[in-house]
């Protein structure tokens, strides 16, 4: 039986659709895996019809949810086509938003946790920064994540708060393994929908 070489697992581990992983490397800001989009058309970004290519911009990354304290990227030299209403823009990549520099997962998971957290305790869980938490949540249109992606997610990491500083949002983020939230602030629990496992840095 052949086994899977690293660009197999890796593809394996991020499970996003529409995407081929070619190669990986560990640098000092995080795990940097380049990527292609795979089976899927060249589409312009704003509009999405399909469109001729035109030419090639430099790499660029993409933020994506961490492997535990490891922040992963997605690097990618994006094509531009030439698209009868809009021009020459970026094409549309399957694994983020027109003009995003974060994975839609990053981003869903941002407004997902966003009905129970604040921003900071965001920013800690997700590793990225205030201003980058508020960004994305005034974006006028992101889908929720699939639930079933949500409930495949596994809890890590959450001694990165303090139960001093923190107590509200420490107890939410223990918590979020069984069925209900406490919260302190006004003394009585309260019933909110949480997955049974889930994946932030």
């Given amino acids: 039986m052949k086994r899977p070489g690293i660009n197999e697992l890796m ?5 996003l659709e529409n995407l081929s992983v070619y190669g990986a490397s560990l640098r000092p800001d995080g795990l940097v895996v380049q990527v292609n989009p795979s ?26 949810l961490a492997l535990e304290h490891t922040p992963i990227w997605l ?5 531009r086509v030439k698209c009868a209403s809009h021009g020459v823009r970026v ?33 800690r869980m997700l590793g990225i920064s205030g201003y980058s938490v508020g960004t994305l949540l005034r974006r006028d249109v992101v889908l929720l994540p699939d639930r079933k992606r949500i409930e495949e997610r596994y809890l890590i990491g959450a001694d990165a708060l303090s139960h001093r500083l923190h107590p509200r949002h420490l107890a939410m983020v223990k918590e979020q393994l069984e069925t209900w939230v406490h919260d302190e602030a006004r003394e009585v629990p309260r019933t909110v929908e949480v997955p049974r496992r889930m994946a932030f840095a």
Avoid: F, N
């Fill in 91 to 123: 094409q549309r990549v399957p694994w983020a938003a027109h003009a995003s520099r974060v994975t839609s997962e990053l981003e869903q998971m941002t407004r997902w946790l966003s009905r129970s957290l604040g921003r900071p305790a965001i920013s």
């Fill in 39 to 64: 089976r899927y058309a060249m589409k312009c970004g704003v509009c999405e019809d399909i469109c001729a290519g035109y030419d090639r911009r430099p790499e660029r990354r993409w933020r994506h």
């Fill in 11 to 15: 593809e394996q581990l991020l499970e």
């Fill in 75 to 79: 690097s990618y030299a994006p094509r």
